[in-house]
């Protein structure tokens, strides 16, 4: 167990919905980083946060948006929901900024899936 | 064609068996080298980081890069049914993790 929670385990809804998944890092870690992980595009970096701040931005569409909130708790949010998004989305957490060789701990992920 | 290239597998060897797990990139300008374990129905966790050439050995782990051919590798020696799992290798040019490009993952099946 990681000590990284995301809630919920597993989605289901239609296109145009939107959804927010839910992550709470492990206690102490002030970065918190959200991952998009599909069968044709492998583990893909969205966004990371630090200490409440957007620290670092990556392939993240304009529908999707996130937050970290002051008990360093995060949301993903994901509107207009598209087939395409169908996917699993991992959060991870660090205690630091966020350099390559810190250790990032992954929680068991939220399977969405869009119909 | 992909910045990093990993054979999806599945790769099947039996318990005991040394394993080698390879990927291929294009970019000459990465530099940090990691290779991280997914078991099935949970989320990566980072096994071996290298900066630059060379090799790191950790365990029964042994993590391999060669930046002349483009190729990294991890060795698993005395491999166990535990060791079942998708490795996904991933590089970087920055220090930033956010600029992390990860393989798309090799499955491994070791049989008792």
């Known amino acids: 167990d990681s000590g990284v929670t995301q809630t919920p385990k597993h989605l289901i809804t239609a296109t145009g919905q939107r959804v927010t998944l839910r992550c709470s890092p492990r206690?102490?870690?002030?970065?918190v980083y959200w991952y998009q992980q599909s069968l044709d595009q492998g583990l893909q970096f969205l966004i990371q946060?630090?200490?409440?701040?957007?620290?670092a931005k990556g392939n993240i569409l304009e529908r999707f948006s996130a937050q970290q909130f002051p008990d360093l708790h995060s949301e993903l949010n994901l509107s207009s929901l598209e087939l395409g998004d169908s996917a699993l989305y991992f959060c991870?957490?660090?205690?630091?900024?966020?350099?390559?060789?810190?250790?990032?701990?992954f929680g068991p992920g939220t399977r969405l899936t869009v119909l | 064609q992909k910045e990093v290239e990993q054979d999806p597998g599945p790769l099947s060897v039996p318990e005991g068996a040394i394993v080698s797990l390879n990927c291929t990139y294009s970019?000459?300008?990465?530099?940090?080298f990691m290779w991280y374990r997914q078991y099935s129905r949970k989320g990566p966790e980072l096994l071996m980081y290298?900066?630059?050439?060379g090799n790191k050995e950790d365990g029964r782990f042994t993590a391999q890069v060669d930046k002349s051919s483009k190729y990294i590798s991890l060795f698993i020696r005395d491999s166990q049914p535990s060791d079942s799992a998708t490795y996904l290798c991933?590089?970087?040019?920055?220090?930033?993790?956010?600029?992390?490009?990860f393989g798309s993952g090799t499955r491994l099946s070791i049989r008792p």
């Open positions: 991870a957490s660090s205690v630091a900024t966020g350099e390559v060789s810190d250790t990032q701990y």
């Open positions: 991933a590089m970087s040019v920055y220090s930033s993790a956010s600029k992390i490009i």
């Open positions: 206690s102490g870690d002030l970065s």
């Open positions: 946060y630090y200490n409440g701040e957007e620290r």
């Open positions: 290298t900066y630059s050439s």
């Open positions: 970019n000459s300008a990465f530099q940090y």
